[in-house]
């Protein structure tokens, strides 16, 4: 009976030690650190958008962002064209850009006419720069059809 009491014991013991996880211990990390690791997407820009309508065959470009400090930005328009809608973008016409400095609200206009039968997409590439930092971002507005 000995014997079974003590093999119970050491098949337990056996069992809690090779069924228990490890446990491993992390370093802290200085706050330095964590602003290294992780940074906000944007600082110097929030919100962006594209905008396109086209009425018979002249498109109407719209483009607006928000700026959280003065910055100096660069706001470029490119309407591109595909045959189906869902695929296969190509830079159909450079619409020219706009480079100013400013803060709050911004918002920019481009027209252009005698578009052929297609899909088309405003592109639309902002670039922000303030206290020497620079961020960039590229979006794309609805699809129109002519």
């Given at each position: 009976?000995?014997?079974?009491k003590?093999?119970?014991v050491v098949?337990a013991i056996?069992?809690?030690?090779?069924?228990?996880?490890?446990?491993?211990a992390?370093?802290?990390?200085?706050?330095?650190e964590?602003?290294?690791?992780?940074s906000?997407?944007?600082t110097?820009m929030g919100a962006v958008?594209a905008s396109l309508?086209?009425?018979?065959?002249?498109a109407?470009?719209?483009?607006?962002l928000?700026?959280?400090?003065?910055?100096k930005i660069?706001i470029e328009?490119?309407l591109?064209k595909?045959a189906?809608?869902?695929g296969?973008?190509?830079?159909?016409?450079d619409?020219g850009f706009?480079?100013k400095?400013?803060?709050?609200?911004?918002?920019e206009y481009?027209?252009?006419?005698a578009?052929s039968?297609?899909?088309y997409?405003?592109k639309?590439?902002?670039t922000?720069?303030?206290?020497?930092y620079?961020?960039?971002?590229?979006?794309?507005s609805n699809?129109?059809r002519?």
């Open positions: 009976m000995k014997r079974k003590f093999l119970s098949l056996a069992v809690m030690m090779f069924s228990s996880a490890p446990i491993y992390l370093e802290i990390q200085t706050n330095e964590i602003q290294e690791t992780f906000p997407r944007f110097n958008y309508s086209i009425s018979n065959t002249t109407s470009c719209e483009c607006g928000t700026l959280y400090r003065t910055s660069k328009f490119s591109q595909s189906t809608g869902n296969a973008w190509k830079d159909y016409r619409l706009v480079e400095t400013v803060t709050g609200e911004v918002e481009k027209n252009t006419s578009l039968t297609g899909y997409r405003l639309i590439k902002v922000a720069t303030a206290n020497g620079s961020e960039e971002t590229t979006i794309y699809v129109e002519v």
